[in-house]
């Protein structure tokens, strides 16, 4: 067995480039107090409790052409999510900010996705989290995926999960322990399907494993899950308020969070997936029947063109960065 030291460990890295390894842009670790640019170096030390214990918090934000979108929000949700599991950032959430611009700005990609992780921090294999002496925060720039209607524009195939859903009260934190919704991907690709759908005890709607769902009534009602048993996605967030602009002029007779049930979906009009990469998705089939008419909807295409341009023009949600 090979052993290295300081002087070896670099050239060892060095040698076992991964071909991913072009998809990673820049990352910043407060262990450094600075950024690498090169992807062999992003690094995190074992000890830190976000990687035995997944002690952590994390939000996902995406910058296009050179414009840090809606960027506010997620960093007001990893806040609230850090506060909620005892981790207080130094330096505040203005410095938070200013890193992620500065690590955005370095990686020099005006399409990219962005990724802040505030960690428990190094200190010891234990489970207590008072063994890690300070926190530790990470910010990674990588490739932002397509949107998938793009690669797709004939809609999801979406089926009913069977990994119990998080309780409540976990489910409102973004926190780094994302087992079950690695479990529910699992289950997409092993179905050959594009997205699963979680459900609660009660038999309620709740969401994906990375994404926002709701669907659109026949009375042309847009309904989410109530709020207390999903992550308030900021992009669903956002696309409710450019929905209740369209009631007026009748797209849509009302927006709202109610309990969701699998009747409700299969007598829906459209069903519709939202996430900060994908944007907006019409789902088209939904346990092997068609949701709607099976393609995409007119309420799909009038909120996924409103997204679509919020996202490249409201300057008051874009940061110009680059």
Not at 79 to 91: D, F, L, Q, V
Not at 137 to 161: C, D, T
Not at 207 to 217: F, L, W
């Amino acid at each position: 067995m090979k052993q290295y030291d300081l002087a070896t460990f670099a050239a060892a890295l060095d040698a076992r480039r991964q071909p991913w390894y072009g998809n990673y842009y820049a990352m910043y670790s407060s262990l450094l107090d600075g950024v690498v640019t090169d992807p062999a170096l992003m690094l995190l030390p074992l000890d830190d409790h976000l990687v035995h214990r997944g002690d952590g918090v994390f939000d996902t934000g995406k910058c296009v052409e050179g414009g840090l979108y809606n960027f506010e929000a997620h960093l007001d949700r990893l806040m609230r999510s850090a506060a909620a599991i005892g981790i207080t950032w130094p330096g505040g959430r203005d410095e938070i900010l200013r890193l992620t611009h500065e690590t955005i700005r370095i990686a020099g990609r005006r399409n990219c996705s962005v990724r802040v992780i505030l960690a428990r921090g190094p200190g010891g294999f234990g489970v207590s989290p008072y063994e890690s002496p300070r926190p530790a925060l990470y910010i990674v720039v990588y490739a932002l995926g397509r949107p998938f209607m793009e690669l797709h524009p004939e809609g999801a195939v979406a089926r009913r999960s069977l990994i119990p859903c998080k309780p409540s009260e976990m489910a409102a934190i973004k926190n780094c322990n994302y087992l079950p919704n690695v479990l529910m991907k699992r289950e997409s690709v092993d179905w050959g399907v594009d997205f699963v759908v979680g459900f609660d005890p009660d038999g309620h709607m709740t969401e994906g494993p990375t994404e926002n769902v709701g669907i659109v009534t026949r009375g042309g009602e847009l309904l989410f899950p109530r709020l207390e048993n999903i992550l308030a996605g900021t992009t669903m967030l956002r696309l409710i308020e450019l929905a209740r602009t369209r009631v007026a002029d009748g797209v849509l007779s009302g927006v709202a969070h109610r309990d969701i049930t699998e009747q409700d979906i299969r007598e829906a009009a459209e069903m519709l997936i939202v996430g900060t990469t994908l944007n907006l998705v019409a789902v088209r089939e939904y346990e092997g029947q068609p949701v709607g008419t099976g393609r995409p909807g007119p309420v799909y295409h009038c909120l996924g063109s409103m997204l679509e341009e919020d996202t490249r023009t409201n300057a008051a949600l874009r940061v110009q960065l680059l």
